[in-house]
C-alpha cells in the first residue's frame, strides 16, 4: 500500500489544509490518505478547540472523499505523541510500501529536532506544503500551497474568509464565544465606553448588576446628541465590538432611545431628554440599595 499522512491540530481546519488534501489526493500517487489530528502537538502547551470538535470539523470537510480516512488514533491517546510513534503504529496497521508524510514548511526549522528524526527520516518520504515563502531544498518534495493562512490568525478572527463554507458559521461561533470568555465583565464594559467616549457620547455611567436580583450582568447608560449621533453610536459599537466577540443580540430603538442587548450587558443610548425624564440610572441604583439592605 502506498499511504499518505497529513498530521496537524487543525484548530481551525482551513482552506489551506483543505488545500493540501485535494492536492495530495491528485498529486501523490497513494491508496489512502490518513488525516490525523492530534491531542495535543509536542511543540505547544494547549488548544483553543477540543480534540473531539477538531475531530468533528475534520469529518464534516473530509470524511465522505474516497482514499481518505480520519483518525483518531493521537487522540484517543490523549497524550502528546511523536509523529515516529504514529508512524510506526501505521506500519503495524498496513502493509506500506510507500510512506509519505505531508508537512507545513514552518515545521523544516526544527525537523531535525523531532523526536526520532534518524529513524523518521528512514521510514517516510517527506512532502512540504509551502508556506510564507519559506525555501524548501531541492531534495525535498513540496507542495504549491497558493492559500497563505494559519489557524492562530483565525482564532484572532483574521483570515475568517478562508475557513471551509460547511463549517464556517460554527467555528466563528465558537472561537468568538471563546474570546468572550477569555474577557472580563470589567474588560468589556470598559470597551463600550471606550467607544462611546470617543464618539462623543455623555454622561457615560456603568452599573454593576452582577449580584443584583436583575436579568442582566451589567447596564451601560450614555446620552445622545440626537437621533442621528444615537444611530452613529449604534453602528459604531457594533463594528468595534463584534471583532472583540461581542454578539448583539437584539436592538431597539425609537427617535428618543436606543436599547442593544448582548445577552448580559445592555446599552441605553438616550436623548437628554428622555433621560432626564425616565431617570433610569435612579431605578437601577434603588434596585442595588434594596438588595443591599
Known sequence: MKLALFGGSFDPVHLGHDSIVKMALSGLDIDKLIIMPTFISPFKSEFSAPPELRLKWIREIWGGLEK????????????????IETVKYLYEKFKIEKFYLIIGADHLATLDKWHGYEELKNLVQFVIAKR???????????????VDVSSSQIRHQKGLDELPSEIKDEIINFY???????????ERTESIVKVLDAKKAEEIQVFDMSGDDYFVKAVVIATTLGERHAYSLGEDLKEE????????????????????DLGDILIHLLSPAYRAKYNIEEF?????????S
Open 68 to 83: 481518505v480516512e480520519i483518525s483518531d488514533y493521537e487522540i484517543n491517546l490523549a497524550r502528546p505523541v511523536p509523529t
Open 132 to 146: 510564507n515563502h519559506i525555501e524548501i531544498p531541492q531534495n525535498l518534495q513540496k507542495m504549491d500551497v497558493h
Open 176 to 186: 468568538q464565544g471563546l474570546k468572550m470568555q477569555e474577557r472580563s465583565m470589567q
Open 241 to 260: 465590538l463584534k471583532p472583540l466577540g461581542e454578539k448583539f443580540i437584539g436592538t431597539e430603538s425609537s427617535p428618543d432611545w436606543i436599547v442593544m
Open 284 to 292: 437601577l441604583q434603588k434596585l442595588k440599595t434594596s438588595k443591599e
